[in-house]
């Protein structure tokens, strides 16, 4: 079993930078594809970002490409979000998936990836 625990998030004036983190830990004998969905409230979970294991491969969403940037530490399964010029529409629950396939089609949906973290929340506003 892989445990998936996120860290960071909370409050963040729009226009402004938080950093999101998510260690996965356990049964991980080998490296996993991470990723970042996120919900706002009343919506479905939406794709954010994915790196594949080796951490050569990104994918990002249209609505953060270009803001947001994805880090993978070199060994283990550790991953960084650094999410600049925030907006209020950023606002939401912020989940980290592991073990999902790389493929930029297939990736953007929730079922086809294995292990998933609590989520924390992101807030934005001016």
């Known amino acids: 079993q892989v445990q998936v625990k996120e860290s960071g998030g909370g409050w963040a004036q729009t226009g402004g930078t938080l950093t999101l983190s998510c260690a996965a830990s356990g049964r991980t004998s080998s490296r996993y594809q991470m990723g970042w969905f996120r919900q706002a409230p009343g919506k479905e979970r939406e794709f954010v970002v994915a790196?594949?294991?080796?951490?050569?491969?990104?994918n990002y969403g249209d609505a953060v490409k270009g803001r947001f940037l994805l880090s993978r530490a070199d060994v283990g399964d550790t991953v960084t979000l650094q999410m600049n010029s925030l907006k209020s529409e950023d606002t939401a629950v912020y989940y980290c998936a592991v073990d999902g396939p790389w493929n930029a089609d297939l990736m953007v949906a929730t079922r086809v990836w294995r292990y998933w973290g609590q989520g924390t929340q992101v807030t934005v506003s001016s």
């Open positions: 790196v594949d294991w080796a951490g050569v491969g990104y």
